[in-house]
């Protein structure tokens, strides 16, 4: 079945980048926007970008341009979600989805990647 | 951008109960809204979509329902299983979601 499996949790230094990673398995990669979602601890949901594997297209959410860099690699099915300039406040929970266009939601989530900021 | 309310932030209930959370955007959203569950150290699970459609899988006791700028999810009998967080999301650039509601055991 379709399934998005992320990359390992990781520790880092403020001032430093973070690059995630999620693979998508059990689907055609190239047919579905891929969306990056942020939650910090006990806190909400919130949007920060999205990528379409076929052509590359990215689209991001104001409060992440410039510090957000989606890619994928169409030949390993993987997306990647790299943050930069990173300060204690990026302490979360980084979690990929798939937007499936027929039902408007984000129906298969990645098991999301904690990514800790700490000096 | 478009803001989600939801309301309460937390509810406190009964297994058996009925429980409606309210989610009202700050512009009219058309139906372009999902529900979705989270439980504590999970990914959020889509429940319904496009406002009032169930994902497959997921109990009949899930119901949505609204327009425009007011939505409901309502669990017709809660049961064990369904204490968590729940959050709403509209589909517009940007996506915006509720600030969840947590529904603890009372």
């Known amino acids: 079945q379709a399934q998005l499996v992320q990359s390992e949790a990781e520790v880092k230094r403020p001032g430093a980048s973070v690059k995630v990673s999620c693979k998508a398995s059990?689907?055609?990669?190239?047919?579905?926007?891929l969306h990056w979602v942020r939650q910090a601890p006990g806190q909400g949901l919130e949007w920060m970008g999205m990528i379409h594997p076929s052509g590359g297209t990215t689209n991001y959410a104001q409060k992440f341009q410039g510090r957000v860099t989606l890619t994928r690699d169409t030949s390993t099915s993987t997306v990647y979600m790299e943050l930069s300039s990173l300060r204690s406040e990026d302490t979360a929970v980084f979690y990929c989805?798939?937007?499936?266009?027929?039902?408007?939601?984000?129906?298969?989530w990645g098991q999301g990647t904690m990514v800790t900021v700490s000096s | 951008d478009i803001q989600m309310t939801q309301s309460p932030s937390t509810l406190s209930a009964s297994v058996g109960d009925r429980v409606t959370i309210t989610c009202r955007a700050s512009q009219s959203i058309s139906s372009w809204l999902a529900w979705y569950q989270q439980k504590p150290g999970k990914a959020p699970k889509l429940l319904i979509y496009?406002?009032?459609n169930l994902e497959s899988g997921v109990p009949s006791r899930f119901s949505g329902s609204g327009s425009g700028t007011e939505f409901t999810l309502t669990i017709s009998s809660l049961q064990p299983d369904d204490f968590a967080t729940y959050y709403c999301?509209?589909?517009?650039?940007?996506?915006?979601f509720g600030q969840g509601t947590k529904v603890e055991i009372k």
């Open positions: 059990g689907y055609t990669f190239t047919s579905y926007y």
């Open positions: 496009k406002v009032s």
């Open positions: 989805a798939r937007w499936l266009r027929i039902k408007n939601a984000f129906d298969i």
């Open positions: 999301q509209q589909y517009s650039s940007p996506w915006t």
